[in-house]
């Protein structure tokens, strides 16, 4: 078996278990008290309630929207052995991008490592599409997780946001006032709200990145407010696209964003920005999406990053739930990202994480 602590997850032959899963017939075990101890504030979220009724599990934080967080989650997804694990799989840790960090250079790709990430970058792409077909009220962000999850493994894929800082889930479903980095849980998709899936998946050595907001049903479609920023996030981001070409200095991109976004009526997130994406899921350049940003670099073939802005439709400022991870709006207002992954060609940059022509989702005009 291997240890249920998700800031350890290594193989164990220990019987140390879980008394409150052992209840409900699941067996977690634990290596020792120590990983007991360490991950219980973690695994008791994945406990029902003694009445067995969906819960609030931070019913006293003062939540900005009408969004809350659906518990339990569900129980942490297995991989099976033959996958290949980034380094932090196991203990959460990405050591590798943490000691990256420190160098802050920009890597550029071989033609066959490009072929690799262009690969990777392809069925991602697949992936996101396919979850997003599932798309519809009533269906819960963790069963999107599962369908995501079991596309991954069959591909041989990782999915890279599990166990990343010990995210439990993974990929990323943002709804509504949701910047980014919501965690799947037991929350029905309604008529009328907009959600963000994000797909990072590791596969040959390298990781790819890419995210969508849909419309959910009609209603969505029909409210002139959530398509006004949904679209001009959409075309926020197509027009950053259209500027990346050797030469261009990473802090442009944040002038051509916010420019649309201002035009729009709507604004910038300052606190999450775009990235490098290749052995590691994030590192150098940042790419702010704001205005007047200082981003340090400078456009070159070979470099692979992505561009993914969130706009907002009232303020840019962000507050993190109690979950550590899941970012609001501070007003409660709407927040709609997309992101792709790019390559920096001889004269532009070849995006490989594109829509194909079966893709769901993609524009819709305004009202
Ligand atoms: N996919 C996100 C990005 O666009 C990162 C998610 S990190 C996670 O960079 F741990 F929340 F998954
Ligand atoms: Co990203």
Redesign the pocket.
Known sequence: MICTSVVCGKETTSNLKCPVCLKQGIESVFCDQTCFRTSWSQHKFIHPQEDDQPYNPFPSFNYRGDLRPTYPLSARRAIPKHIKLPDYAKDGKPISEIKNDRLGKIPTLSPKEIDKIRKVGKISREILDIVAGHVKPGVTTDELDAILHKECIKRNCYP??LN??N?PKS??TSINEII??GIPDQTPLKDGDIVNL???IYYLGFHS?L?ETYYVGDKAKANPELVRLVETTREALDLAIAAVKPGLAFREIGNIIEAHATKNNVSVVKTYCG?GTNTL??CQPNIPHYAKNKAIGIAKPGMVF?I?PMLNLGTYKDITWPDN?TSSTQDGKASAQF?HMMLVTEDGCEVLTARTATSPGGPVARI
Do not use: A, K, L, M
Request: proline share 5%; hydrophobic share 25%.
């Open positions: 890279s946001p990343y800082y995210f990929f990323c980014c980095h994000d797909v990072s990145d995210n990235h899921f994030h992505t993914e991870w992101e």
